[in-house]
């Protein structure tokens, strides 16, 4: 089966660094994405890795080791906008066309002054 | 605004109700999908559309119909639906390239169903 497996909930305060680690074990794997979602919103794509290593995108970083199964999104310099949840996901597609995201229970930050 | 709409966004009906649930997306993307959240599960993928086919079904229940007139719009319709089909149904949509790249999935946010 499909698993994917995220903390469920963290906690960290404003100006920190918090790091949310997602381990997966998938039977195909094409991708791995980061999103937030803030309490009755969509989801928002955060963050994309397919290769293994580290992808900077201003405040935010996520790193792949497809060999362990498992990745992290690092947040810098915590905002009180960042409380929200962070949803991890692997498209398990072998390759062009459509393919649906596997999801992540998701992890509930929140960020305390 | 993420470029994808959903009405309604608070939907209530009794288990012998027809209703449906409209997405709309602005973006000229040419894939189109359905989740369901419910609460304490992750997201689970629900249907596939590509150019307007269904290319996947992941095992819903035949009371969720799906509908894709075109590829900027997508319907869920749903009839004789149970009380543990109360959940946020998400839409999204993507531009699927025939070399994999990102492929974004853009979603709307959300239709909040209740079923009494």
């Known amino acids: 089966g499909q698993n994917i497996d995220q903390p469920t909930e963290m906690t960290a305060t404003e100006g920190a660094i918090v790091q949310i680690n997602c381990t997966y074990q998938?039977?195909?794997?094409?991708?791995l994405f980061w999103y937030q979602q803030h309490a009755g919103e969509a989801p928002t794509f955060l963050s994309y890795?397919?290769?293994?290593g580290l992808e900077e995108k201003g405040r935010f970083s996520s790193f792949l080791s497809r060999s362990k199964g498992y990745s992290y999104l690092l947040l810098k310099e915590l905002q009180m906008k960042d409380s929200a949840s962070y949803l991890c996901?692997?498209?398990?597609?072998?390759?062009?066309?459509?393919?649906?995201?596997?999801f992540g229970k998701g992890t509930h930050l929140i960020i305390q002054p | 605004e993420t470029g994808v709409t959903q009405t309604p966004r608070h939907l209530v009906m009794g288990m012998t109700n027809k209703k449906s649930l409209k997405c709309e997306q602005h973006?000229?993307?040419?894939?189109m999908y359905w989740y369901k959240q419910s609460a304490k599960k992750p997201l689970e993928l629900m249907f596939v559309?590509?150019?307007?086919?269904?290319?996947e079904n992941n095992s819903v229940p035949s009371r969720f119909s799906p509908e894709c007139p075109n590829s900027s719009h997508l319907f869920l319709h749903l009839h004789t639906l149970q009380p543990e089909d109360s959940a946020l149904y998400l839409c999204?949509?993507?531009?699927?390239?025939?070399?994999?790249?990102?492929?974004?999935?853009?979603f709307g946010a959300g239709t909040r169903l209740s079923v009494l």
């Open positions: 996901a692997v498209r398990r597609g072998s390759g062009g066309g459509a393919d649906g995201l596997t």
């Open positions: 998938t039977s195909g794997f094409n991708g």
């Open positions: 973006l000229g993307h040419n894939a």
């Open positions: 559309y590509s150019l307007e086919e269904r290319v």
């Open positions: 999204a949509s993507s531009q699927e390239r025939a070399t994999q790249a990102k492929n974004i999935q853009y």
């Open positions: 890795n397919v290769l293994d």
